[in-house]
């Protein structure tokens, strides 16, 4: 994905909000996402997202606004589920981003026909963007490996296998919902240390964690390992991810197989997904040290850079702190030691197939420094050292009604901010 005119930083939009230094959806975004008017009983449909509204594609491709290259993905965008245009490829998605960034720029003949097709977003409500038929959760920040390390096993070295392959474990797709969603304290059973047998009742260690989302395009057949030079190509986008935790469950079930209820009471995403080619100007290398092993050759792309330079931020509201939200973490995706084009590629290595829709997560995404944890078991040292919030509470776990949200966005010199919206989520009280 090269730098194109979508991308040019002097690009303006007739819709005003779009142009504000602060938004996460300029014009030189257009992230997609499935929604519909809030408390209505409209079917869901797909939209784009422009500043601070949806442009609505089923009616924009009722006013015959696409030409016959971008026909076929708008109306596939517009659909209540974005499987389809995922199946598309490259080559479609790119077609269609460049028409609506034509259809949405000032000086557009079309803008007149166009604003009728807006909604606010503060007036929709939103659906999952694809039907997700797996989903997988990768184990891809060296920093959080060592700091969780250090809580669940303190004498253990760092993983063997972490700097030669991208660990990952099959998760539960029917528990991934979109943001906004709030889950009861989940139950399980747990082992205090020491104790001579396991208690069932409410997790006392509900965590977040601070990933990213990525959505697979055009899949593989089964037994044809895609390529590593080609695994971009069958990346949708991207989105925030909140893969939330039960760590005490985790702690107690997770030997030998991994994690299991600790993990499948729910996991989500945000509504928008930002296509990799918006997300073009933010590439970097992938993180390596002098000392760290050889990238064996399957897994060792021809272009080092496949990062990518995004802000993360996590964001706490207490039911005391109301409207003002405290920032817990704050950390960057380049940390991330493999690629999300690894990720892909390691994931068909063994034969599996990927179909369009499928969800893989980064994993607790931590950087090198303090306060760049991105969860609390790092930041409070599982429990040892509870978080100060700015309020004057302390967290070691979340509590009930606590809010967690999730953002990030990309920002450098010579290119438009590009945002990820919100992913947040609300601890309720376990069920009796």
């Not at 939330?244 to 945000?270: C, H, I, Y």
Request: include cysteine.
């Amino acid at each position: 994905m090269t730098l194109n005119a979508t991308h040019d930083p002097k690009l303006q939009s007739w819709v005003e909000s779009a142009n504000s230094s602060t938004t996460d959806f300029p014009i030189q975004n257009l992230p997609h996402g499935v929604f519909r008017r809030k408390a209505s009983s409209e079917s869901f449909r797909g939209g784009v997202a422009i500043g601070d509204m949806i442009l609505d594609l089923p009616a924009a491709c009722a006013r015959g606004v696409f030409s016959d290259v971008s026909g076929e993905p708008a109306e596939a965008a517009g659909a209540a589920t974005l499987n389809g245009l995922m199946a598309l490829g490259p080559v479609a998605w790119s077609a269609l981003r460049l028409r609506l960034s034509q259809l949405l720029r000032t000086g557009a003949v079309e803008a007149d026909a166009l604003r009728a097709c807006l909604l606010p977003q503060a007036e929709a409500e939103y659906a999952l963007p694809a039907r997700i038929g797996d989903y997988t959760d990768f184990f891809t920040s060296y920093h959080h490996m060592v700091n969780a390390g250090r809580v669940f096993q303190p004498d253990a070295p760092p993983l063997p296998n972490f700097k030669w392959l991208p660990i990952a474990y099959h998760g539960r797709a029917s528990s991934v919902e979109v943001s906004g969603a709030s889950f009861h304290r989940p139950l399980g059973q747990t082992r205090a240390p020491g104790a001579a047998k396991p208690v069932f009742g409410p997790s006392r260690r509900v965590d977040y964690e601070m990933e990213l989302g990525c959505w697979v395009g055009p899949g593989n057949r089964r037994g044809e390992p895609i390529a590593i030079d080609d695994a971009e190509n069958h990346i949708f986008g991207v989105c925030l991810f909140n893969d939330w935790s039960a760590r005490d469950v985790q702690g107690w079930e997770s030997m030998p197989l991994g994690p299991f209820l600790a993990k499948n009471f729910l996991s989500t995403v945000s509504p928008w997904i930002v296509t990799l080619e918006a997300l073009a100007p933010f590439r970097c290398a992938i993180p390596r040290e002098a000392g760290d092993p050889p990238t064996l050759p399957h897994l060792n792309p021809a272009d080092p850079n496949q990062a990518f330079d995004l802000q993360l931020e996590v964001w706490l509201h207490t039911a005391s702190s109301g409207d003002t939200p405290m920032r817990l973490s704050r950390s960057n995706f380049r940390h991330c030691y493999w690629s999300l084009a690894q990720m892909v590629a390691h994931h068909t290595e063994g034969g599996c197939n990927l179909n369009p829709g499928d969800l893989l997560g980064t994993g607790t995404q931590s950087g090198p420094q303090p306060g760049e944890q991105g969860c609390l078991l790092e930041l409070s040292l599982g429990g040892r050292q509870p978080v100060q919030l700015t309020n004057g509470e302390t967290r070691s776990f979340l509590e009930d009604g606590d809010t967690v949200v999730l953002r990030a966005w990309g920002e450098k010199a010579g290119a438009a901010r590009i945002g990820f919206g919100e992913c947040s989520g609300t601890v309720l009280p376990a069920r009796p």
